[in-house]
Nanobody
Framework: VQLQASGGGLVRAGDSLRLSCAATGRTFGSYVMGWFRQAPGKEREFVAVITRSGKSTLYADSVKGRFTISRDSAENTVYLQMNSLKPDDTAVYYC????????????????WGQGTQVTVSS
């Protein structure tokens, strides 16, 4: 599967953004999908994950209540709605297709998008 992330940009604290990740290739519906982010000088960290059916989601504590992950099987796209953005949310955001293992572990993901930059100014 090939993943293409988009929707990043420069916003102010308190603003919202919606990231999209379009999938092509193998069946999108076969994969649990996740979002990770990587800030400068830091390791890539888990943000959110959504199951194949879309009925279950998990979030990092740092984004819980502010971010919402969703998927549209008809469009082969997974979204990350980000509200109440903070400067600490500044990072490159990556979507990924899960293989096996812990949802929180980036090594458990098989395919990655190219990343989209989100910058939040104070």
């Amino acid at each position: 599967v090939q993943l293409q992330a988009s929707g990043g940009g420069l916003v102010r604290a308190g603003d919202s953004l919606r990231l999209s990740c379009a999938a092509t290739g193998r069946t999108f519906g076969s994969y649990v999908m996740g979002w990770f982010r990587q800030a400068p000088g830091k390791e890539r960290e888990f943000v959110a994950v959504i199951t194949r059916s879309g009925k279950s989601t998990l979030y990092a504590d740092s984004v819980k209540g502010r971010f919402t992950i969703s998927r549209d099987s008809a469009e082969n796209t997974v979204y990350l709605q980000m509200n109440s953005l903070k400067p600490d949310d500044t990072a490159v955001y990556y979507c990924a297709a899960h293989g096996s293992g812990s949802y929180y572990d980036r090594s458990a993901y098989l395919y990655w998008g190219q990343g989209t930059q989100v910058t939040v100014s104070s």
